[in-house]
T-cell receptor, first 113, second 114 residues
Framework: DGGITQSPKYLFRKEGQNVTLSCEQNLNHDAMYWYRQDPGQGLRLIYYSQIVNDFQKGDIAEGYSVSREKKESFPLTVTSAQKNPTAFYLC????????????FGEGSRLTVL | DAKTTQPTSMDCAEGRAANLPCNHSTISGNEYVYWYRQIHSQGPQYIIHGLKNNETNEMASLIITEDRKSSTLILPHATLRDTAVYYCIVRGDPFTGTASKLTFGTGTRLQVTL
């Protein structure tokens, strides 16, 4: 079945540690996205990529980094520079030309202890 | 991107139609209206989108006013499984290169009750 897989589902880290969240899709979509969601809030765009080896900052990119070495994969690293990393992280993908229809993964919940 | 305004919450009895309104008074001529929903602790799910005409699919209907300043998502026979947060989103203008960005607000929390 085609879809988006995020891992891990739950992650705990200590302050000062970097952590990488995985996102893989087998939908053959060109575009991929990372969003952050805080309790009771909407989604905020962190980074997005429309093509391999290219990505753009979203609205809240500070303290995060991404790579897009393969079409299927778009990992997100939450660095120690991110002041408030505890959140629900959502990865999505879309066919570029129909960029309004996003397919989301099940999310990764990061808690910093 | 045009801003959207939605009620914070709504209730609907199971089996009845749920009508979720959205205001987008600053929408530009080539911006689409999209609707998504998010069931608790899951990723959002695309529902429907439209530009000017009313649209219908297996999940819902989308009614857009003639001046395009507002729209209504209709779930014709709501069930308990439709309880979720519903997001109304205006997609960035594709001709200015912002079409990849979808801005999710706080949405409307729909509670379907027995």
């Amino acid at each position: 079945d085609g879809g988006i897989t995020q891992s891990p589902k739950y992650l705990f880290r200590k302050e000062g540690q970097n952590v990488t969240l995985s996102c893989e899709q087998n939908l053959n979509h060109d575009a991929m996205y990372w969003y952050r969601q805080d309790p009771g809030q909407g989604l905020r765009l962190i980074y997005y990529s429309q093509i391999v080896n290219d990505f753009q900052k979203g609205d809240i990119a500070e303290g995060y980094s991404v790579s897009r070495e393969k079409k299927e994969s778009f990992p997100l690293t939450v660095t120690s520079a991110q002041k408030n990393p505890t959140a629900f992280y959502l990865c999505a993908s879309s066919i570029v030309v129909r960029a309004g229809e996003l397919f989301f993964g099940e999310g990764s919940r990061l808690t910093v202890l | 991107d045009a801003k959207t305004t939605q009620p914070t919450s709504m209730d609907c009895a199971e089996g009845r139609a749920a009508n979720l309104p959205c205001n987008h008074s600053t929408i530009s001529g080539n911006e689409y209206v999209y609707w998504y929903r998010q069931i608790h602790s899951q990723g959002p799910q695309y529902i429907i989108h439209g530009l000017k005409n009313n649209e219908t699919n297996e999940m819902a209907s989308l009614i857009i006013t003639e001046d395009r300043k507002s729209s209504t998502l209709i779930l014709p026979h709501a069930t308990l499984r439709d309880t979720a947060v519903y997001y109304c989103i205006v997609r960035g203008d594709p001709f200015t290169g912002t079409a990849s960005k979808l801005t999710f607000g706080t949405g409307t929390r729909l509670q379907v009750t027995l």
